[in-house]
């Protein structure tokens, strides 16, 4: 069984930081890991969900022009974990969170984690 758990979220003020990790479970999963892309997205309320950042299985990365120069996205293979470092939060960066693996017709979410960005 393929799992991707979110981790991380939670209440921060403005101008804060936060990391969220998305790990995989599933040994069969945890082999293909290191060949798939990784990406996160996140779904503000009212509004579509849209991809904030994503990482290739060779490293190569890709943001959104609305977190370009403050999240950083990573992945640690050896871990099949994905990470999302947040800086300089605002309340726009409000939203839940979802990890996504994806490899050919291969297409995986997690349940997301919620992010708040409030004083």
């Known amino acids: 069984q393929v799992q991707l758990v979110e981790s991380g979220g939670g209440l921060v003020q403005p101008g804060g930081s936060l990391r969220l990790s998305c790990a995989s479970s599933g040994s069969i999963f945890r082999t293909i890991f290191s060949i798939g892309a990784m990406g996160w997205y996140r779904q503000a309320p009212g509004k579509q969900r849209e991809l904030v950042a994503s990482?290739?299985?060779?490293?190569?990365?890709n943001y959104s022009d609305h977190v370009k120069g403050r999240f950083t996205i990573s992945r640690d293979n050896a871990k099949s974990t994905v990470y999302l470092q947040m800086s300089s939060l605002t309340p726009e960066d409000t939203a839940v969170y979802y990890c996504?693996?994806?490899?050919?017709?291969?297409?995986?979410w997690g349940q997301g984690t919620r992010v708040t960005v409030s004083s």
């Open positions: 996504n693996y994806r490899f050919g017709p291969s297409d995986y």
């Open positions: 990482i290739t299985s060779g490293g190569n990365t």
